[in-house]
């Protein structure tokens, strides 16, 4: 594969790196979540004040064109890494230096790129590369951190064993965190963490939460929306959108509907997520989910909990619309998109006080937080809006006050400005005179 046309000889080009998360994937499985949609969202808002953006990732599926264009500035450029097809986290470490190897093939071995840009630890660990090659600007985003998924399953799993994939996460993002120029966070409480177990300067991590177009979420009516989606027009609907993954903590859920059943009759859980139907089923989403169809069946509410499976993004309002309430429960999460979907879309959340979530959701203000892994915690909050009125519109009011302040335009404008000045001090730094 080769760099065909002269695209990349532009000042304000970027190369990214989003190597397990397609931004043009569907979301909704394991493999694609909020990482594939902040990229995207990122890449489109760049490329309208100006930016050229390759986002370079790994080729899984061999239906798949090798380069698509996101827009006239930007494009996905998908590299050969291992087999065609999903790979695990524990192999996708062994194929990285063909992934990088490719993208040095790619690029004829000349950069034009002015800064290198990388997400999570495998997309961090081939832009510290080229960073290293090329000497440019290292920014990276982490999205999740590998001593935090080890601490959440040390405290709830009681599991000590830190697979090998783990420990080499860590050094990666170790090696990813020194050397990167700036580190940008959704989350006050990542940079704490970055700060503390990673050794990061303060003045290196730089918080800029991730945003919501509110147009998408705007409300259909309720009795439309669940005319919709074919639902029950009494049920009082507990909705979670995400991924079908351990941590994001559906069996609390489903144990609070057995302490909630009794409670509020008519009670169902929407379960949104997860690619578990027909031939294009991912084998670690089914697993998941036949998991918490057991789990529904010990809490003896599998005859009112529905999976639909993972939905389009541009379909989850209507699901928003159809619900009575929004449910976080995960026991970790480093921002949570979802949050700011569920308070633009005017619906009550309740989320587990973990994370990006405790910085979004101000408890009892505009949403509610619970203990997390606490069925009995959810339960009272949920109680709580259920039995007043007056609470549920003053918590949608302030949340939607709230939550248009998290624009992706901000957002992409702060970036912006940490591009700009990182390249303008590269360049300044490899000046002929800046050794004077
Ligand atoms: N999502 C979707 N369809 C689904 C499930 C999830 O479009 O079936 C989207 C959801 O709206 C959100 C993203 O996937 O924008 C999940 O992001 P979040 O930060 O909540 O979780 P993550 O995937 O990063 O753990």
């Known amino acids: 594969m080769s760099n065909s046309n002269n695209k990349n000889n532009h000042k304000k080009s970027i190369a990214m790196f989003s190597i397990h998360a397609d931004p043009l994937a569907p979301l909704g499985s394991q493999q694609t979540g909020g990482q594939n949609f902040y990229v995207r969202l990122l890449v489109e808002e760049l490329s309208r004040i100006g930016w050229e953006v390759d986002v370079f990732t790994r080729l899984d599926d061999q239906r798949k064109k090798q380069i698509v264009q996101i827009n006239k500035k930007s494009r996905v450029i998908r590299l050969k890494g291992g087999k065609i097809g999903y790979i695990s986290k524990e192999e996708l470490i062994t194929v990285l230096p063909e992934i990088y190897n490719n993208f040095l093939s790619f690029i004829n071995f000349q950069n034009s790129y002015s800064l290198f840009h990388g997400h999570y630890w495998d997309g961090g660990l081939i832009a510290l590369k080229a960073h290293l090659h090329f000497n440019k600007p290292l920014v990276t985003n982490f999205h999740s951190l590998g001593i935090i998924r080890i601490q959440t399953k040390e405290k709830y799993l009681m599991n000590k064993n830190n697979s090998s994939y783990l420990t080499e996460r860590l050094n990666i993002e170790n090696e990813v965190a020194k050397n990167s120029s700036v580190i940008i966070s959704l989350a006050k409480t990542e940079k704490k963490e970055l700060q503390q177990f990673y050794g990061c300067p303060e003045e290196k991590c730089k918080v800029v939460p991730g945003g919501v177009d509110l147009k998408r979420w705007s409300r259909v009516e309720r009795s439309k929306s669940r005319k919709i989606?074919?639902?029950?027009?009494?049920?009082?609907?507990?909705?979670?959108?995400?991924?079908?993954?351990?941590?994001?903590?559906?069996?609390?859920?489903?144990?609070?509907?057995?302490?909630?059943?009794?409670?509020?009759?008519n009670l169902k859980i929407l379960i949104v997520g997860g690619k578990i139907f027909g031939r294009q089923k991912n084998l670690d989403d089914y697993k998941e989910y036949k998991r918490l169809l057991k789990k529904a069946e010990q809490e003896k509410v599998e005859n009112i909990t529905k999976f639909v499976g993972n939905i389009p993004n541009r379909r989850l309002h209507f699901f928003c619309s159809a619900s009575d309430i929004m449910v976080i429960p995960?026991?970790?999460?480093?921002?949570?998109?979802?949050?700011?979907?569920?308070?633009?879309?005017?619906?009550?959340?309740?989320?587990?006080?973990?994370?990006?979530?405790?910085?979004?959701?101000?408890?009892?203000?505009?949403?509610?937080?619970?203990?997390?892994?606490?069925?009995?915690?959810?339960?009272?909050?949920?109680?709580?809006?259920?039995?007043?009125q007056e609470l549920r519109q003053k918590l949608i009011q302030n949340a939607y006050e709230k939550v248009k302040n998290y624009s992706w335009k901000s957002m992409v404008k702060k970036i912006d400005e940490i591009y700009k000045d990182l390249i303008i001090k590269n360049k300044n730094e490899n000046s002929p005179n800046s050794a004077i």
Request: net charge positive; no cysteine; proline share 5%.
């Open 229 to 265: 989606l074919n639902l029950d027009q009494k049920g009082f609907i507990l909705l979670y959108v995400g991924r079908l993954e351990w941590r994001k903590g559906i069996g609390t859920l489903l144990s609070a509907g057995n302490l909630l059943k009794n409670e509020i009759p």
């Open 330 to 388: 995960s026991y970790y999460e480093p921002f949570g998109l979802v949050a700011l979907e569920g308070m633009a879309s005017k619906i009550p959340v309740v989320a587990s006080n973990v994370g990006g979530l405790m910085n979004i959701i101000k408890d009892a203000k505009d949403g509610f937080l619970f203990e997390p892994r606490n069925p009995l915690s959810l339960k009272e909050k949920v109680l709580l809006i259920y039995n007043s």
